[in-house]
């Protein structure tokens, strides 16, 4: 295996999922039905969906250990304010990592999403 070529998160409640992924973090819709909803981002070079649960999720954390990772090419002090203006309020100090600069948002389901600048 060479590359990942999409990823899909189950949520409890895909409206609000949708709102917090459009309206906190500007993720465009790529395509959506009643169980899921297909995000682009960057100009489409990123997409993945969330998507009503497979499977019984009642009384399970689903965030737990799941990082997901952004390349952005914008600055990313200037993306973690726009994000706090947004609505934003479960993020990171933005750090050095070995891979750039960072910092890490978690969605309604506790899906850790981290945004890396990228040179």
Not at 40 to 50: T, W
Not at 70 to 77: P, R
Request: include cysteine; charged fraction near 25%.
């Amino acid at each position: 295996m060479r590359q990942l070529t999409f990823a899909s998160l189950q949520v409890k409640n895909l409206e609000k999922s949708i709102a917090f992924y459009t309206q906190n973090l500007g993720f465009e819709i790529e395509n959506s039905n009643p169980q899921a909803c297909v995000f682009k981002y960057g100009e489409g070079e990123a997409s993945f969906a969330i998507r009503t649960p497979l499977e019984p999720i009642e009384g399970k954390e689903l965030g737990v250990g799941v990082a997901i990772w952004f390349a952005v090419k914008e600055d990313v002090d200037a993306l973690k304010e726009k994000f706090i203006a947004n609505g934003i309020t479960t993020t990171t100090p933005v750090m050095d990592t070995p891979f750039g600069k960072a910092f890490h948002v978690k969605d309604p389901d506790g899906y850790k999403l981290t945004f890396l600048e990228t040179n």
